[in-house]
């Protein structure tokens, strides 16, 4: 067939290149899975949503449409990937199914697609065609078709006539058709998928054609947050950094953005001579060499950027200073800590919406779990996609205090906390006094093999046995 060279067609540099395969002669893209092999999902981001796969003996045979089903939010392990939000583009998606419409409208609301413009249109590549002869094409265009084949390739011809250069398109076919996939990667086409898919699909879809080639690498963002003050939410976070960096054996940058009163430096026997005050204060100016100078080194893979010591500024920042900075020190880690103070601001509220995941620290009373309840609740509505927030509960039997039991602390909250911190004032203050967290000062304690098990569970790795301490070791003649 011929090809009227579509202006959407791939620069020399980004061309797919078709390797030999022994199984069903498809060839594998550059850098990427092939998109229709047995395991694989649609595409190569489509990574849970089941597939309809080609028939071993027949390679290029097909397989009738079915219509996408949209599945509940995925589990903590299923995001483990991070994706990165995508830049401030326009989208227009032009859809034959309205259940494909519904999919894309819903990913709006996602906190990766909030500086995307998005529009929905029915009519799929015929309406593109239409809509695009007498109006600016977007960055990117979604078309969802039933059409196949030839009809398919005609549409896609015309609508090359009318498309600007620089626009990608991504197709939501209705079939695994082998010769129609090389066609459409041939004609430049950045992705082509086939129901049934999840709204998490579309939008590692997107971002994916989104990410900083110069700069691809974006550490995973946990940001720590008590649903009352006094429940230890610092502690556990500046641990958590701890415990990541030294238990886990991976790189780890705590921020702690409580500017006025921040313990991060106290907490690990700390002067540094700048804070992180000096990069929101100035969040255009944060480069990797400004990075290194506020940056505090507290081990081999534990760095820190602490709040400021006085109480000589005041701060009123815009929470795209902290956007900024934050996005900055995720291209240099790959997991960053945010240690939040229990305020509710603007800047508070779309940092926990940005992040990867939330930990919540409640204390076991009413007020907790109230708090810990609203904090939940918008956080479940406002990232339907995302992995649920984590509730860890804190400073559990206090002597003589009133609790409530864990059982209907995790019954009133809908799920259960993923872990229990007993209150040993003896061991924090000793940890705190020493300038140590709690896994150098009692490696084997209750609290630290709980945050052990949760750095290993974010982390996505198998919580570090660490050695007990016997009578031989404490004796050293008893070795002999």
């Known amino acids: 067939m011929s ?56 390679p290029f045979a097909l397989t009738p449409p079915v219509a996408p089903q949209v599945h509940a939010p995925l589990s903590r392990d299923d995001t483990r990937t991070t994706e990165q939000p995508v830049p401030r583009i326009t989208i227009h998606a032009c859809c034959d199914r309205p259940e494909i419409a519904d999919i894309i409208s819903a990913i709006t609301a996602d906190r990766r697609m909030a500086r995307a413009e998005v529009a929905v249109e029915s009519g799929g590549i015929d309406a593109a065609v239409v809509r695009f002869a007498t109006q600016a094409s977007p960055n990117l265009l979604i078309l969802d078709t039933m059409m196949q084949g030839p009809s398919m390739l005609h549409s896609l011809d015309r609508l090359a006539q009318v498309i600007e250069a620089g626009t990608k398109v991504v197709i939501i076919g ?18 082509y998928i086939v129901p049934p898919i999840q709204p998490i699909d579309m939008i590692r879809t997107v971002c994916g054609l989104y990410v900083n080639s110069d700069k691809p690498f974006a550490g995973r963002v946990i940001a720590v947050i008590g649903a009352r003050g006094g ?11 701890w415990s990541i960096a030294e238990r886990q054996e991976s790189g780890a940058t705590l921020l702690d953005l409580d500017l006025s009163f921040g ?43 602490t709040a400021p010591a006085t109480l000589e500024r005041e701060f009123e920042l815009d929470h795209s200073a902290f956007e900024i900075v934050i996005d ?31 930990i919540i620290v409640a204390g076991p009373d009413l007020a907790s779990l109230r708090n810990t309840k609203n904090i939940l609740d918008l956080l ?18 206090v002597p003589k205090r009133p609790e409530i039991p864990f059982k209907d602390f995790a019954e009133a909250l809908g799920q259960e906390p993923v872990a229990s911190l007993p209150f ?57």
């Open 380 to 397: 479940k509505a406002m990232r339907p996609y995302d992995s649920q927030p984590a509730v860890a509960l804190s400073m559990v039997g």
């Open 328 to 358: 900055r020190v995720r291209r240099t880690s790959p997991f960053v800590v945010l240690d939040l103070p229990h305020i509710w601001t603007s800047w508070v509220k779309q940092t926990l919406l940005a992040a990867d995941d939330v």
């Open 3 to 58: 090809n009227p060279d579509p202006a959407w067609r791939l620069d020399d540099e980004d061309d797919f290149v078709l390797e030999e395969d022994s199984e069903f002669g498809l060839g594998e893209i550059e850098g990427n899975p092939p998109p229709f092999d047995n395991d694989a999902t649609p595409g190569a981001v489509n990574q849970s949503a089941p597939v309809h796969a080609l028939s071993s003996d027949d």
């Open 263 to 305: 313990t991060a430096a106290l907490d690990f026997n700390q002067d540094p001579p700048q804070s992180i005050a000096d990069a929101l204060t100035a969040p255009d100016r944060v480069d990797d060499v400004f990075l290194d100078r506020v940056t505090t080194k507290h081990t081999q893979r534990l760095m820190m950027l």
């Open 424 to 480: 040993d004032p003896a061991l924090f203050g000793m940890a705190a006094n020493n300038g140590q967290m709690i896994g150098e000062v009692a490696a084997q304690s209750k609290t630290a093999l709980a945050i052990d098990e949760l750095a290993a569970s974010l982390t996505g790795r198998k919580p570090v046995e660490t050695k007990k301490t016997s009578l031989t070791d404490k004796i050293p003649f008893l070795k002999r």
């Open 231 to 241: 429940v230890g939410s610092s502690t556990i976070a500046h641990n958590l950094a």
């Open 174 to 191: 209705a079939v695994n058709d082998i010769a129609l996939f090389r066609e459409l990667m041939a004609r430049g086409v950045s992705e």
